[in-house]
């Protein structure tokens, strides 16, 4: 491992502020500037964390050369073109999900990275979830025997989030679903079958034209005899918040708890048991493992709303880091890479438009295989 360590820049303030202090304890990280777009966020943020390198224009802080890799925390529609603009100014990049909104942005940030050479990583917190980590261990083990079919859902209501939200398709925002059920057999998608359900309030329908409540999609796996199922919704459906992930397999199935807080079930032929899951701090240095066991504002009033619903959002966001920091180190690429971020991203976005055409089979495309 080099023992240089990688100067990183946070863009976006409000989710991204609880990375914040992890990065200041990465043996392997330099937490050196913040971004933000208004004074009193970045000033508040950077006299908290006792940050002295602060930039208001992106672009200005994209000429920085002390910026090694910038990791974006920004709103849903500025993902892709701010990850395009830090490859094009030589920066890796860590980026909040989803890795964009189009095919075509995935096509290009893939393409980037590899004319550049440098490291794209799309941080999806389910699949560095305890509770994903639990049954990854359970399969690396042969406990769960051979998987026979893998089941994902996250339901959330987005009524009061901000504006882009409003009418989003339940599809566009998949990765939470997606992402766990390709990362436990490190498969891809070969091609997705969709139908969107139910009709959300009119108000909401012009922005996306997108009509659905729910939208639920069948995934096939490329080269494998697996399928996976993911159910999505996010505005008019009467559900708690669930990211929820279950895995069937010959010997022992997995699933997640029903209401959040009480325990998961695992299932050895027909005799369930519940099962209380462990934390993974152990797989961390011990600089950023007690990480995984709340949030790191100061106070819980400042922790980011995604981050209070998601009950933390499984511990997960230390070991993203540990990954991204991990992989530019070892010049090896992370899990999920670029290819592996647009295939997970693609199939909410070829998902969505099955959907709005009545189920028709939606192939991914080459760059994502």
């Not at 690429?333 to 055409?357: Q, R």
């Amino acid at each position: 491992m080099s023992s240089q360590k990688i100067r990183i820049a946070i863009i976006g303030l409000g989710f991204g502020a609880e990375f914040i202090p992890i990065y200041q304890r990465h043996l392997n990280a330099e937490m050196y500037a913040i971004c933000a777009r208004t004074k009193s966020k970045l000033d508040e943020v950077g006299d908290n964390f006792g940050i002295e390198k602060r930039y208001q224009d992106y672009d200005e802080l994209l000429k920085d050369p002390n910026v090694d890799a910038v990791h974006i925390n920004t709103p849903i529609p500025d993902h892709a073109q701010q990850s395009i603009k830090a490859l094009k100014a030589g920066k890796h990049v860590a980026c909040t999900v989803p890795m964009a909104t189009t095919v075509e942005e995935c096509k290009e940030i893939v393409e980037l990275v590899a004319k550049t050479g440098l490291t794209y990583m799309m941080m999806e917190t389910v699949i560095y979830s305890r509770e994903f980590l639990f049954v990854k261990e359970m399969y690396e083990k042969g406990d769960l025997g051979k998987i026979q079919f893998l089941r994902a859902s996250h339901q959330q209501e987005m009524a009061g989030w901000p504006g882009y939200w409003e009418g989003l398709p339940p599809m566009y925002y998949a990765t939470h679903c997606v992402g766990p059920v390709l990362a436990l057999p490190r498969a891809k998608a070969e091609y997705v079958s969709c139908f969107g359900s139910g009709r959300i309030d009119e108000k909401l329908i012009g922005k996306y034209n997108s009509p659905f409540a729910i939208e639920t999609c069948h995934i096939k796996l490329k080269d494998s005899d697996l399928s996976a199922e993911i159910t999505r919704s996010l505005f008019n459906t009467a559900r708690q918040y669930r990211e929820s992930f279950d895995v069937y397999g010959s010997k022992k199935s997995f699933e997640w708890t029903l209401i959040e807080h009480e325990d998961s079930v695992i299932h050895t032929g027909e005799q369930p048991e519940r099962v209380k899951i462990p934390d993974y701090a152990h797989l961390l240095p011990d600089e950023i493992a007690p990480f995984t066991t709340g949030g790191v504002y100061d106070a819980d009033e400042h922790q980011h709303l995604s981050f209070i619903q998601g009950a933390g959002h499984g511990g997960s966001h230390p070991h993203l880091v540990h990954e991204f920091v991990s992989a530019l180190s070892e010049k090896r690429a992370p899990y999920p890479n670029a290819v592996e971020s647009a295939n997970i991203t693609c199939v909410g976005i070829l998902a969505h438009d099955s959907a709005m055409n009545n189920g028709e089979i939606r192939k991914l495309p080459d760059f994502t295989q």
